[in-house]
């Protein structure tokens, strides 16, 4: 027998990533992305509570 040659052959591993400093748009951008979700439950939030949104007149048929 000469060697462990079967099987999956295991992937070359990457340098891990260096941190990069985020400038002041990052950072605007990541703070706008963390409070949509909040708008829109609270506008999800307001709406349920209300009734139906075609709040017209009473719909009348044509007949007499």
Avoid: N, V, W
């Avoid at 079967?6 to 992937?11: F, I, L, R």
């Avoid at 985020?22 to 829109?40: G, I, Y």
Wanted: net charge positive; charged share 45%; glycine share 10%.
């Amino acid at each position: 027998m000469s060697g462990h040659k079967g099987g999956k052959k295991q992937p070359i591993k990457q340098p891990k990533k260096q941190a990069k400093e985020m400038d002041e748009d990052d950072k605007a951008f990541k703070q706008k992305q963390k409070e949509e979700p909040k708008k829109l439950e609270k506008l999800k939030a307001k709406a349920a509570g209300k009734g139906p949104l075609a709040t017209g007149e009473l719909k009348k048929s044509g007949k007499k």
